[in-house]
């Protein structure tokens, strides 16, 4: 069974940091790229980071811009999201994708292949 599993979420105060982890089992993601995503109470799915295979392509939110960072350990078979300065609106269930996609096709187009269960984020002001 293909699994993508999120960890790293909690509470954290604004200005605080967390680092997401994905951790993809049932299967190697040769050639896949890697996402997060992130849905807040009452407002749609938003893409917040792509990664592809190689690690050299990345895409990030205009939120997340210089506060997040994403990374990949093909070894491990784990992507990563490094947030920091976190602000109350970044409040949301994360979600860990991956796809035989490109990177910016993921990105913007937001159809994975797999998806995690999420990891829920809340930061308080």
């Known amino acids: 069974q293909v699994q993508l599993v999120e960890s790293g979420g909690g509470l954290v105060q604004a200005g605080g940091s967390l680092r997401l982890s994905c951790s993809a089992s049932?299967?190697?993601?040769?050639?896949?790229?890697m996402g997060w995503f992130r849905q807040a109470p009452g407002k749609e799915r938003e893409s917040v980071a792509a990664?592809?295979?190689?690690?050299?392509?990345?895409a990030y939110a205009d939120s997340a811009k210089g506060r997040f960072t994403i990374s990949r350990d093909n070894a491990k078979n784990t992507v990563y999201l490094q947030m920091n300065s976190l602000k109350p609106e970044d409040t949301a269930v994360y979600y860990c994708a991956a796809g035989r996609i490109g990177t910016m096709t993921l990105f913007t187009k937001g159809v994975p292949e797999y998806w995690g269960q999420g990891t829920q984020v809340t930061v308080s002001s």
């Open positions: 049932g299967r190697t993601f040769v050639g896949y790229a």
């Open positions: 990664i592809s295979w190689s690690g050299g392509n990345t």
